[in-house]
């Protein structure tokens, strides 16, 4: 069994993280959040700034809250990507914030470490349910942090049917300590939220086409456009939180 999987919607274009220094304008269109969620002190926030920052934090600090803004270039340099990433508080005690975190977001990175057990059995005990709870169509990335430990308490096959069972569409293990895969996940996760989006925007253009073209004129039209936007609503990967 492969160690890893990606889906299709998660592969395809190679994004570049750009300096803020040499930044092109970016599209306004093309704007997305991620929020990483997991066990407090499974490595999420040392992930993020191995990513952001290429360095290695030395001092453990329980996150609270942080946000970080990426700019991101696709390989044909037409596009420039806004990806807000929303670092987490792992900590019960800081619950009823993380869950503010969840509205609007496009992909969660659900975060276990491969050196604790415990935070992979509390994937489909506790996070699925509650990233269910507040978005139930947003992707889910299962994401296996710590890669470098010497014993590891989870085996490839565990990890990868609570992947299958909680229906993420890419599971792969990282290193921030060693930089293993942190691009590799980015742009994984970069590649569903833009796919997604270039996708929904086909949609849309069809969908303008066929009504300029007069397809939806008479009693039919009348029918088909309601049942059309309650798809284009079920979707948008964004939740919401009421
Ligand atoms: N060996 C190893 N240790 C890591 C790695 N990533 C993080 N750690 C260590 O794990 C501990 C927790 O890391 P954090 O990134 O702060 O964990 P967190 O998930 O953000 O924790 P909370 O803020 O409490 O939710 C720290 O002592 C890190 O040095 C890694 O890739 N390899």
Not at 110 to 134: H, M, Q, R, T
Request: proline share 5%.
């Amino acid at each position: 069994m492969d160690k890893f999987y990606v889906d299709p919607i998660a592969s395809g274009g190679k994004f570049r993280l750009l300096e803020q220094s040499d930044l092109p304008t970016p599209d306004p269109d093309l704007q997305f959040k991620i929020v990483i969620v997991g066990d407090s002190g499974c490595g999420k926030t040392s992930l993020l700034s191995s990513y952001i920052r290429g360095s290695f934090p030395t001092e453990y600090e329980p996150t609270i809250f942080e946000n970080h803004r990426a700019f991101l270039q696709d390989s044909t340099k037409q596009h420039i990507l806004t990806v807000d990433l929303w670092d987490t508080a792992g900590q019960e005690d800081y619950e009823r914030l993380r869950r503010l975190s969840y509205q609007d977001s496009n992909l969660i990175i659900l975060a276990y470490s491969l050196a604790a057990k415990d935070s992979l059995l509390n994937i489909p005990e506790v996070w699925a349910p509650e990233i269910l709870g507040f978005c139930d169509k947003t992707p889910i990335v299962l994401v296996g942090l710590k890669s470098d430990v010497a014993k590891k308490q989870v085996t490839p096959a565990e990890a990868y049917n609570v992947a299958k069972s909680i229906g993420a569409v890419a599971h792969i293990e990282c290193s921030a300590k060693q930089m293993y895969n942190v691009d590799q996940l980015f742009n994984s996760c970069v590649n569903v939220v833009y796919n997604k989006h270039q996708a929904a925007s086909r949609e849309t253009a069809r969908d303008s086409k066929r009504f300029s073209k007069g397809h939806f004129r008479g009693a039919s039209a009348v029918h088909a456009a309601p049942s059309m936007s309650s798809k284009d609503s079920r979707d948008d990967s964004c939740c919401t939180i009421v």
